[in-house]
């Protein structure tokens, strides 16, 4: 495809979906339309192989790792055990048995969920992690969705027009909060906000006030790579042959910059946009210790320290599904809203 | 490198002002660094429990001047933050040359080959970027003893995913230009290729990803020092002192900013290399288009 058939194909994108959105059937030139649903159905599946690959991985490495660095039985005695109670907790474990045969039993009960008791108070694991998981996934939706209503205007009107000075200064200033890492931004705000203003409480989950500051440093996290990534392509959308014909057909500027420009740019932002929920994730395993938030990074972290394995295994699975899942709606959104995504190449 | 021939006094310059002041930037950092290597070691880490949690600028009788202050102990934090540099800039510096070599040999198998192996390389690397990093890195780094070589491999051997991805698609690229058909139309064994033809294509992305790599690394360095989990904990980590002024952000907030200056200085200093290469890099691309 030469370099004008392809800018002829984008001009083509967007006039189709001005006309219908869900026209599938719409192509342009010699290039082939995958119907929705078969392209559905292939995420869905590669996404599932990929997430099936991922769980068998981490906790094949986490089994063996934990076997070989140290002995699982002498964790779980503590510092009181003597030989007897090793024997004892090695036979009801199945410690004693040889490593291949642990790890089949291991895998066995993983397929029906079942990833023991937490060794600390001989809870469910899974139980412990779900009774975490709604207050953590509050915090990395409502960061999230911050992160989108701040993010895209901004990166849109950075990068409508890069040269003028205002906008200049902006994006030093994101080039900068880019450079800071969230748990400084999280420390930073509670140092002003809570210690000199008095304004927010530092920690714990006591009403809607004490939601502001986490969010805030979770969106922290990605929201200045976003700004600049949105920003970028929006200044080259804006350069783009489309444009200027748009323009020469006399619309104005914000009709050039939110409808033709922004929508392209913001297709070329999809794989960060479906990476964010990771980074959220991990960010906010951060921002729940600093903040004392009873969510499911701070049990990771606690059971991590105090190597309790069940649920460490229980909270990585979840949180793996959890990352699956939205990453496959990020997929499946794309598909409905690109029109490109469903054609094949030629 | 070009030389900034408009002016009259000549000032050094790579064409891009961001690498320009990155690399300024990086300098300092690097010749501290030196400064704490040969001249300082270990000397000046421990405190007067006397002269603990003094602001910046403090003048005691006996521990002589704090131009940062001192924390708990009574540690000097300049002292402190220098001592931190070869802790915090090694393990993310060992860490990125593991993420640089395991990622471009990767993605390089993963562009080479057509069969299952692509397939292989291209699911894992698919299924393990959706893992978050930290969470990762977490769980491994707990199971073994905390140290240098433990946090530094460790991160090495689980960042490289992104790299990979990153190096397999330009690679892929570069494999159908003409000069990668005309060797192997004469016979070049396919490791020759690959380190001959494609990996010198390849400089400008891999150098761009490992600054940008190196600050990742550092951050999450400091993040898992901060959660407790990372360099040991006597260790002058930047980590380490961010954790331990959590406790004292009401009386002593110099604990907190003297370790958030250095990581935000370092972090972004690479954050301009990375950039400012990328740009240089457009600007030939653009060049020879043209």
Not at chain 2, 1 to 15: D, F, L, V, W, Y
Not at chain 2, 99 to 121: H, K, P
Request: glycine share 8%; aromatic share 10%; hydrophobic share 50%.
């Amino acid at each position: 495809m030469t370099d004008r058939e392809e800018k002829n194909n984008r001009i083509n994108v967007d006039q189709d979906e001005k006309e219908d959105a869900n026209l599938v059937t719409a192509s342009a030139g010699d290039v082939e339309t995958i119907p929705v649903a078969q392209q559905t159905v292939r995420t869905i599946l590669r996404r599932l192989a990929e997430l099936v690959f991922l769980l068998l991985f981490v906790s094949t490495l986490l089994f063996f790792l934990l076997r070989l660095t140290g002995d699982p039985a002498a964790i779980l005695a503590g510092e009181t055990g003597d030989q007897e109670q090793l024997e004892l907790i090695r036979k009801q474990y199945g410690f004693d048995k040889p490593l291949y045969v642990q790890y089949g039993v291991f895998l066995m009960k993983m397929l029906v969920l079942d990833f023991g008791t937490s060794l600390a108070n001989a809870q469910d694991a899974l139980g412990l992690v779900f009774e975490r998981l709604p207050t953590s996934f509050t915090l990395v939706l409502i960061a999230f969705t911050a992160n989108l209503i701040i993010s895209i205007p901004l990166g849109a009107w950075l990068g409508s027009r890069p040269d003028r000075t205002g906008r200049k200064l902006g994006s030093t200033g994101v080039f900068i909060l880019q450079g800071i890492p969230g748990y400084i931004t999280g420390l930073i705000l509670i140092q002003v906000f809570s210690v000199e203003l008095r304004w927010l409480p530092s920690i714990g989950n006591q009403g809607p006030e004490s939601w502001i500051m986490p969010a805030i440093t979770l969106a922290s996290f990605q929201a200045p790579q976003v700004i600049r990534v949105i920003s970028a392509n929006v200044s080259e959308a804006m350069r783009e042959d489309y444009i200027r014909t748009a323009r020469a057909n006399g619309a104005g500027f914000n009709t050039l910059l939110w409808r033709h420009a922004l929508k392209n740019a913001m297709l070329g932002a999809t794989a960060l946009i479906g990476a964010q929920v990771s980074f959220l994730i991990g960010g906010s395993i951060i921002t729940e210790v600093i903040f004392a938030w009873p969510g499911l990074g701070r049990l990771l972290v606690t059971s991590v320290t105090t190597l309790d394995f069940p649920v460490v295994q229980a909270a990585v699975f979840v949180i793996s599904v959890f990352v699956y899942l939205s990453i496959t709606a990020t997929d499946l959104a794309f598909i409905f809203i690109d029109p490109r995504l469903r054609r094949q190449r030629a | 490198m070009t030389k900034n021939s408009s002016s009259k006094i000549k000032i050094p310059s790579t064409g891009s002002l961001q690498l320009d002041l990155g690399l300024v930037m990086f300098f300092v950092i690097v010749i501290a660094l030196l400064v704490q290597l040969i001249f300082l070691g270990e000397d000046f880490l421990d405190g007067h429990l006397r002269e603990r949690l003094k602001p910046p600028g403090y003048n005691g009788p006996q521990g002589g001047y704090h131009i940062f202050g001192t924390d708990q102990l009574g540690r000097d934090l300049f002292f402190r933050v220098m001592g931190g540099l070869p802790w915090s800039l090694g393990i993310s510096g060992v860490a990125v040359i593991c993420v640089a070599v395991i990622g471009t040999t990767i993605g390089l198998i993963g562009a080479w080959y057509e069969n299952w192996i692509r397939t292989t390389v291209l699911l894992g690397v698919s299924a393990m970027i959706a893992m978050p990093f930290l969470v990762l890195a977490l769980v491994v780094t707990a199971l073994f003893e905390r140290g240098f070589w433990t946090l530094s491999l460790t991160m090495g051997f689980i960042a490289w995913t992104a790299v990979s991805r990153v190096i397999y698609a330009e690679a892929r690229g570069l494999l159908t230009r003409e000069y990668v058909l005309a060797a192997r139309l004469f016979g070049v064994s396919k490791w020759s290729i690959l380190i001959f033809h494609i990996l010198p294509g390849l400089r400008p992305t891999i150098l761009v990803m490992a600054a940008f790599f190196f600050a990742v690394l550092l951050i999450i360095e400091s993040a898992l020092s901060f959660l407790g989990l990372g360099a040991p904990l006597n260790a002058p980590s930047w980590g380490n002192m961010l954790s331990d002024s959590r406790q004292y952000l009401v009386i002593a907030p110099w604990m907190m900013l003297v370790p958030a200056v250095t990581i935000v200085w370092s972090v972004i200093s690479l954050n301009l290399i990375g950039d400012g290469i990328a740009e240089l890099s457009r600007k030939r691309a653009r060049a020879v288009e043209v």
